[in-house]
């Protein structure tokens, strides 16, 4: 385990909001969710599944919580679930 910056981004797709609001952020098919430590690397990564959204991830706040973040060898920051409290979301 690693402490993280203050905050760190998440970039989905927009049609994923409304259960990310309500289920926070889940690793679906993989182990962690993945994390970006800027926005234009998570826009990037939301096109990938449509029209993007970047969400604000109060990692700080997270991490003093008691959840783990990691970050790998490709500069991508892991952690298990980011829960809905900690989420900033687009007007």
Do not use: C
Not at 47 to 69: D, N, T, W
């Amino acid at each position: 385990p690693v402490e993280p910056p203050v905050i760190l981004y998440h970039g989905t797709a927009s049609r994923f909001v409304d259960s990310i609001r309500q289920k926070g952020l889940l690793p679906g098919s993989r182990q962690h969710v993945h994390l970006s430590s800027d926005a234009a690397t998570a826009t990037k990564v939301g096109q990938r599944h449509g029209k993007p959204v970047v969400l604000v991830v109060q990692s700080q706040p997270m991490h003093a919580a008691g959840h783990e973040f990691y970050l790998s060898a490709n500069q991508v920051w892991l952690t298990a679930h980011v829960p809905a409290e900690f989420l900033g979301f687009p007007e």
